[in-house]
């Protein structure tokens, strides 16, 4: 994506912060430029592109409701827009699972489940310093976090995925959040 | 840096980064969030660890009507300023403001459209969007639709509210070329509509149909075909795609719609 450079993040955290001072045109440009990113994280856990339409929606009003509380020492406007597009689609899924998990329909417009960064996407040092220490976990591990971050899934649903029990899920996902937190940390 | 809190049993700031707590569990650390700068510094330390993973998410382009809606929703200032990134927001700029001053652009849309043009916009066969504003018989715009082919939809946005009598509403026709109005479905005053295009309805969109709208019961036309005034007509323009002109209908459709 092309908010890797520095400058660019720079770029979002103005106009970000220029939103949340009810600037209607720094938000018009943010939503040009960051929509598509925070459209393809909804379709690629929500898996319907009305579902995610409504939840792109949700996402930036939110956004202009709550830009002035946004602090860029705390994180990247990116960081924000993303943390928060997730959490809405999670939600969302929460709210209704079942029918988006069982209707075999639904999972048409699955963007595939890309291991390495979708073509033409740039990534930044962050990610490659994460690719890195994921690679230091077991296949299975590594598979199952992926897993959870990219479709917002439950515990549950994960090991009913993997078919594994519910124990050795959690204990796979926690062993794993630990191992990347050393590495991460170092 | 590892704050006390996140050690040992507390992993659960990362497991609600990483989406995986169950909706109770996720209220909970949300609620912690909020009132503990603690449980917030962690939770932002988690983002930083995992977020980077959303790097490979490929980027897809949102329908235009997401932004025309979100403005509608934060009743932001139109016209919309969400400027041309893809050929297609010209068009959607193009629709909004025809979705304004419509009366006044007629003219300078009939230059446009008597543009020399090799070939007849295909109907179809551009898998993308297409859009029509919906005139009143005043001139000013009723609505302005917008059509997803890909996924069969439309998107109904109303630029001025309509005062309608208790216990009528409008109701969305389409009107094939020399054939008899299809309904749509029925469209809000004041909101934008989202209604799906059965194969029927797809089949029949294109630059040679026209939109339009009238004045039904609550509940539809009772018969099928429009029973009250028709207060609004536009025609189907079809959206280019990215990079090209943009493309309106003949001078034809045009004309009807100031009928």
Known sequence: MSVTSPAERDELNRLLQQAGRNDQKAFAELYRRTSSKLFGVCLRMLHDRGEAEEVLQETYTTVWRRAASFDSAKASAITWLVTLSRNKAIDRL????EETLDDPAKLNETVDDQPTPAAGAETSQEYRRLQQCLEELEPQQQSSVREAFFTGAT????????????GTMKSWIRRSLM???????Q | MNTPLEDGQNLRYAE????????????????????SDEAATA??????????????????????YVWARIQDA?????PARVTPRTGFWDNLQLWRWLGIGATAVAAALLVVVSLPRPTPVPAVANAGYMASTIQQDNGSAGWTATMDLEHARMVVVPATPVAFEQGRAPELWLIPAGGKPISVGMIDREKPTTL??????LAQ????AVLAVSVEPIGGSPTGQPTGAVIGKGAIGAAPNAGDRVALTGRGQADRTRV
Do not use: F
């Not at chain 1, 929460?94 to 699972?97: D, E, F, G, K, L």
């Open chain 2, 205 to 208: 969109l294109g630059p040679t």
């Open chain 2, 43 to 64: 939770v932002a330390l988690w983002q930083r660890r995992l977020l980077p993973l959303a790097d490979t998410i490929g980027e897809v382009t949102p329908a235009p």
């Open chain 1, 179 to 185: 191992q990347l937190r050393t590495c991460l940390d």
């Open chain 2, 196 to 201: 799906a295009l059965d194969p029927a309805l």
């Open chain 2, 74 to 78: 934060l009743q932001l200032e139109a």
């Open chain 2, 16 to 35: 609600y980064v990483l989406g995986v707590l169950d909706a109770d569990m996720r209220a909970e650390v949300a609620r912690e969030v909020a009132v």
């Open chain 1, 94 to 97: 929460r709210q209704h699972r």
């Open chain 1, 155 to 166: 515990y549950n649903e994960l090991a009913a995925r993997c078919k594994v029990p519910l």
